[in-house]
């Protein structure tokens, strides 16, 4: 079998356009709707240069133009300006994916994989706090709180439902089906599945039931797929029981 020819290495050149070329992606994703001229004065470029990068994108799909009249009196003129495509953001994202799934498999490498797990903990421990009071208004019923949750999650872009389960007859809620159809740490979780495991913690705190994970978008599964079991929740009345002796006695 004949050995293929090498790649022929690419020019400096080459590297420094496609390196501008994703100046402005990035500058386009940060700052769009935004035109050639803005583009060009943020970035230190010619607007030549800036347009022929903003074609060469417009070719590949990542950027669409966006039409806006300009502001003041009179008639508003059009200005041509762009935004990134959803093919440019799924670019920009995996770029990102890929820098993050390189820092963790050094952490984990050369600290170990409680590194990782701590990462990951952090990571989560946002949304617990954001949820926090949403849930917790949702009362006691874990399938209330499963269906505030859903939207919670809905609102930050995780495509998230929830649908009670129940026997055939229909007589008995077995539990709550809990699923996202978009997770924003999906290629990292593949590699690192601390990080679906510690959002199944968050929801067992959230939800104050035990949850089960079914499937993950992680492990190629269409959705992630949690089970909420319907049991009642128990609040203490105090965070710290009384010593018998300092109980009141009727």
Known sequence: MPTPSPLPARSPEA?????????????????????????????????????RHLDALESSGLIVEHVAATTGRGRGRPARAYVLSAAGHEALDASYDDVATSALRYLSEQVGEHAVAAVAHQHVASLEERYRDRVE???????????????????????????????????????VQLCQGHCPVQQVATEFPQFCDAEQQVFSRLLGVHVQRLATLAHGEHVCTTFVPVTALTTPTSDHPQH???RSTP
Do not use: K
């Not at 420094?16 to 709707?33: I, K, L, W, Y």
């Not at 209330?144 to 008995?172: M, N």
């Open 137 to 175: 208004a949702a009362g006691s019923d874990p399938e209330v709180r499963a269906r505030a949750l859903a939207e919670a999650l809905s609102q930050d872009g995780y495509a998230a439902s929830s649908r009670p389960l129940a026997l055939a007859d229909g007589s008995t809620t077995l539990g």
């Open 15 to 51: 590297v420094r356009e496609s390196g501008t070329r994703g100046r402005v992606q990035q500058a386009v994703s940060e700052h769009g709707p935004i035109t050639a001229a803005a583009l060009a004065g943020r970035l230190g470029l010619t607007a030549t240069a800036v347009r």
């Open 244 to 246: 018998p002796d300092e």
